[in-house]
């Protein structure tokens, strides 16, 4: 008898194969057998191939079995997108194709560990693996990186007090991220907008009222709500 009966491996891995019951052992073909004469053989084909085994005993009686072994091709294993760019806060879901069954790691940042799609919902840059067994166990990973890029800010420094009519407000915003900057500001609930390729940003006004930013958005299109305020009163000069 075979231990085992008969087996799948995949390209390039081997299997031990046992044999017991007779006395000396012949096998056919020799294809990806470390050894026709014994007992215990190592086999490495690189196809599917039907081993013949002839055991005979010490009274030159004999007998037979044939062997299947099963050669899988492991699978191409590959993610969609090929690479991600989030902001900060955002997610991306990210799918496989090639094999069966799918695992990713690291999961802390992702909706689940196992499957065909996942969302990936990470804090910084991470670097994520999965790894796609077919039906007999061959395995192939794939990599991807989502790439997370720092949110914007907009803070408001200075620029605040009392200025008379007829002049103008300097309010001071310092820019982070990448320019240029879209910079939506608020005087009591009225909006008005601005753009700059530096900063400081120096937004000049006469209206009277608490200054506060609402929205930034950069170049790499990702957005926020800024911070700080200033008043601004304006006195009618006499």
Do not use: R
């Amino acid at each position: 008898s075979l231990n085992p009966a008969n087996e799948a491996i995949c390209t390039g891995s081997s299997l031990q194969i046992e044999v017991f019951g007779a006395n000396s052992y012949l096998w056919s073909p020799s294809y990806g057998l470390n050894t026709t004469t014994s007992n215990i053989v190592l086999a490495s084909p690189n196809s599917d191939v039907i081993y013949n085994l002839v055991g005979t005993d010490l009274n030159n009686c004999k007998d037979s079995i044939d062997f299947q072994l099963i050669v899988g091709v492991p699978p191409t294993v590959s993610i969609s997108p090929v690479s991600a760019v989030i902001c900060e806060g955002e997610s991306v879901t990210l799918s496989v194709d090639g094999a069966t069954n799918y695992v990713w790691y690291p999961d802390a940042t992702l909706s689940s560990n196992i499957g065909v799609s996942v969302v990936s919902t990470p804090l910084i840059t991470t670097n994520y693996e999965v790894i796609g067994t077919d039906l007999i166990g061959c395995e192939d990973t794939s990599k991807i990186v989502v790439s997370v890029i720092p949110l914007p800010t907009a803070s408001i420094v200075s620029g605040g007090g009392v200025v008379c009519s007829g002049d103008s407000a300097a309010i001071v915003v310092n820019l982070t991220g990448n320019p240029n900057w879209n910079i939506t500001y608020s005087v009591n609930g009225s909006v008005s907008s601005v753009s700059s390729s530096t900063s400081p940003v120096i937004i000049y006004s006469n209206l009277e009222g608490t200054y506060t930013i609402p929205f930034i958005s950069d170049a790499n299109g990702c957005n926020n709500v800024g911070t700080g305020s200033e008043l601004v009163d304006v006195f009618n000069t006499p």
